[in-house]
């Protein structure tokens, strides 16, 4: 397969869109996400989309096949809260495992699929590792500031037990994403390395971090250029920022990357912000609009939606990635 970073050089790529945000469209319940192997589970598993790798396989797959038919070039695992840190809420940490390389492998089986039918545009897995439900440097509790719910040691090897997993499962690059307290990022990274450097493999690493709201800066308090520093000391594929703010408030956060770094640059916004409902009104046409300043100003190479966003808009934003170069990306880093 082709080197996913000789292409970045050649263009942007298409990342997938929201895998919950689709999984919603089945109405799964309570019994749909049991299945027939955790039917008599002592505690509620509805919600825990990660556990439908195991119980609704095929429609995790069904869910990649769309993605890909939209012109996604890299799609997600089905793995955003695959640790044992937030499996913990479902008493299924013993499953992290096998939930991280089921999510991996039918992902890369359907990314094999495509490749097949279409060998000049191969397409890649991205292993998602989420920001667990825990931050190493923040108080949960406004009455001990120095209490931590969880530990940088902790956060290590609960992200090595699920970057072991990916990988086995066949995950092409890693995404540690959604990033809202860089400390969480850095013990994932950290355990990356760990990884590599155990199994002399050299994985793409993606790094995305989440404004979350218009002071710009991360629920840890940074800002975009205080977070570019705080993980550049790590050989990564592309940085860049996904969730919490639409495409358009992302603009001058992508700016400041684009601007100071050497790495590629990612993006995939939400469709818009939420409404009172909780739901993403913004539609794909809106979506691509706003996206169009993105490559009118040269700042990404990798881009995709995250939040309300579905396989029309992932459509609506490969359609319009066919008028634009990417962002020029020194060809020695790579």
């Not at 439908?52 to 939209?70: C, D, G, M, N, W």
């Amino acid at each position: 397969m082709r080197n996913i970073k000789k292409i970045l050089a050649e263009r942007i790529l298409v990342l997938d869109g929201a895998m919950g945000t689709m999984l919603q469209r089945y109405k799964f319940q309570e019994e749909d996400f049991r299945g027939e192997r955790f039917k008599d589970w002592e505690h509620p598993l509805q919600g825990n989309n990660d556990l439908l790798s195991l119980t609704q396989p095929e429609a995790i797959a069904e869910v990649h096949r769309k993605y890909f038919a939209a012109g996604a070039d890299i799609v997600e695992t089905n793995t955003f809260s695959g640790t044992t840190i937030a499996m913990a809420d479902y008493f299924m940490e013993d499953l992290v495992y096998e939930l991280n390389y089921e999510s991996a492998r039918i992902a890369k089986m359907v990314a094999d699929e495509f490749t097949e039918k279409e060998p000049h545009k191969p397409r890649f897995v991205a292993g998602s590792i989420g920001p667990t439900n825990k931050t190493a440097s923040m108080s949960p509790d406004v009455n001990d500031p120095g209490y931590r719910a969880v530990s940088f040691e902790e956060l290590r090897i609960a992200y090595k037990q699920q970057v072991e997993a990916l990988l086995d499962g066949g995950a092409d690059l890693l995404l540690v994403e959604t990033i809202f307290d860089t400390l969480n990022a850095k013990a994932a990274l950290f355990a990356i390395e760990e990884v590599k450097e155990e199994r002399n493999v050299d994985v793409p690493i993606m790094v995305s971090g989440t404004i979350t709201d218009a002071s710009g800066r991360t629920l840890s308090g940074q800002t975009a250029e205080a977070f570019l520093i705080s993980v550049s000391h790590i050989p990564i594929l592309s940085v860049g920022f996904n969730c919490a703010l639409g495409a358009n408030q992302l603009v001058p956060h992508l700016e400041v990357l684009a601007n100071k770094t050497s790495y590629a640059v990612s993006a995939h916004p939400n469709a818009g912000l939420p409404n009172a409902f909780g739901e993403y009104d913004e539609t794909p046409d809106q979506m691509a609009e706003q996206i169009k300043e993105y490559l009118e100003k040269g700042l990404v190479n990798i881009v995709g939606g995250c939040c309300g966003t579905t396989p029309e808009h992932i459509t609506a934003i490969a359609e319009l990635l066919e008028n634009y170069n990417p962002r020029p990306l020194s060809v020695d880093k790579y």
